[in-house]
């Protein structure tokens, strides 16, 4: 089955950016989604196929995918965007939903 | 504005069969175009997906729960349901129902809040 890779954490200072990544075999090929996470809420959409942002979602958020690896960038990061983020694949070859094992970024 | 809302019990013995159902509000499963998904989360760690159905009752299970999980739809209620049988304390998790457009590469647009399931004697 498909494998996606992150990092467990990412710390940054208030302000600065934060980049996230998720590693796959050719992941470049996939459309890429991005999850944010607070503690005790569900899951939030952040970024989707690849780098679009759904209604709602801040352009502080913007992704990129290209090689074996996908990236999801915070810029001037907030308070507010401490929390755990994934990464999902759809492989149409295996397991159709994939996702990454989740990255705590951490707001210093 | 779609919501969906997940519920059942939030404990269940081993060996039985846990059932959820998520009640979608907002929107029409039979109108089609999005798959109605099932994703838990075991505490403290990251997504698992468990299966999705379409309005028309095709299903698509992972393969590691698929000899355990059944997913139905009831469009007459607009809801779809999750029964994953012979359970033990490993499918202690937090369940979420979600709904994902089919596309090419679909995404989980909307969530429910999500309900803690503890399998406990």
């Known amino acids: 089955s498909y494998v996606l890779t992150q990092p467990p954490s990412v710390s940054v200072a208030p302000g600065q950016t934060a980049r996230i990544t998720c590693g796959g075999n050719n992941i470049g090929s996939k459309s890429v989604h991005w999850y944010q996470q607070k503690p005790g809420q569900a899951p939030v959409l952040v970024v989707y196929?690849?780098?679009d942002r759904p209604s709602g979602i801040p352009e502080r958020f913007s992704g990129s995918n290209s090689g074996n690896t996908a990236t999801l960038t915070i810029s001037r990061v907030e308070a507010g965007d401490e929390a755990d983020y994934y990464c999902q694949v759809w492989d149409s070859s295996s397991d159709p939903v994939v996702f990454g094992g989740g990255t705590k970024l951490t707001v210093l | 504005q779609v919501q969906l809302q997940e519920s059942g019990p939030g404990l269940v013995k081993p060996s039985q069969t846990l059932s959820l159902t998520c009640t979608v509000s907002?929107?029409?499963?039979?109108?089609?175009?999005?798959?109605w998904s099932w994703i838990r989360q075991h505490p403290g760690k990251g997504l698992e997906w468990i299966g999705y159905?379409?309005?028309?009752?095709?299903?698509y299970y992972n393969p590691s729960l698929k000899s355990r999980v059944t997913i139905s739809v009831d469009t007459s209620k607009n809801q779809f349901s999750l029964k994953l049988s012979s359970v033990t304390a490993a499918d202690t998790a937090v369940y979420y129902c979600a709904r994902a457009l089919v596309v090419v590469s679909p995404s989980f647009d909307y969530w429910g809040q999500g309900t803690l399931v503890t399998v406990s004697s």
């Open positions: 159905i379409y309005y028309s009752g095709s299903t």
């Open positions: 907002g929107g029409s499963i039979s109108s089609g175009g999005y798959y």
């Open positions: 196929d690849d780098s």
